[in-house]
């Protein structure tokens, strides 16, 4: 069946930052797009920015230019996203989730940004 | 900038019927398709509609949504309403640049 797995929960300090990771599988990898969602504490979801996981083009959300990265490893079907100079409002659950509608989500993987 | 916006919260009976609009700030609704999520607590979010109107396999056909261009919003209707249905509910669609863009979300309660 179609999965995505993320990488674990990660603490950083402000200024630092994070390279998440998403493992997908039961599907054809190159075939499809990858999505990045975060959701703060108690708060709703904020779409970062999609991969095109076939070429590598990367389309970000403004709120998130120059901030946000995301590559593809096509031998290990794995997606990742990095931010860069966190600050503390960047603490939130991070979720990929597969083209086009965003389905299914991976387990999220939590960032903590404190000092 | 395009925005989604949704009620912060409904409840009904169960068994009953309730409606869940998302209303887009300009353009047309119409020209993207618009998916609902649901996000139990604690849980990562799943996809209930997409492309408007589509069920995944394994969504209850109690699901279902419709696009209404006349007032540029969206729908999520869920029938024979059940204890389990309690979430929270979201809409996303994309604005005309493609950038996603989600409801601020939804907390159905089922009392």
């Known amino acids: 069946q179609v999965q995505l797995v993320q990488s674990g929960a990660e603490v950083k300090k402000p200024g630092a930052s994070v390279k998440l990771s998403c493992k997908a599988s039961?599907?054809?990898?190159?075939?499809?797009?990858m999505h990045w969602v975060r959701q703060a504490p108690g708060q709703g979801l904020e779409w970062m920015g999609v991969i095109n996981c076939a070429n590598g083009s990367i389309r970000n959300a403004r709120e998130f230019q120059g901030r946000v990265t995301m590559t593809r490893d096509t031998s290990t079907t794995t997606v990742y996203m990095e931010l860069l100079s966190l600050r503390s409002e960047d603490t939130a659950m991070y979720y990929c989730?597969?083209?086009?509608?965003?389905?299914?989500w991976g387990q999220g993987s939590l960032v903590t940004v404190s000092s | 900038n395009f925005m989604l916006t949704q009620p912060h919260s409904v409840s009904e009976s169960p068994g009953k019927t309730v409606t869940i609009s998302c209303t887009g700030s300009s353009g047309n609704i119409a020209s993207n398709y618009v998916q609902w999520f649901q996000q139990r607590p604690g849980s990562a979010p799943t996809t209930v509609i997409y492309e408007n109107t589509q069920r995944p396999s394994g969504v209850p056909d109690r699901f279902s949504g419709s696009i209404d261009s006349s007032s540029n919003s969206a729908s999520l209707t869920i029938s024979g309403l059940k204890t389990e249905d309690e979430a929270y509910y979201y809409c996303?669609?994309?604005?005309?640049?493609?950038?996603?863009?989600f409801g601020g979300g939804t907390k159905l309660t089922v009392l």
């Open positions: 039961g599907y054809s990898f190159t075939s499809y797009h």
């Open positions: 996303q669609s994309y604005d005309t640049t493609n950038q996603g863009v």
């Open positions: 989730a597969k083209s086009p509608w965003f389905d299914p």
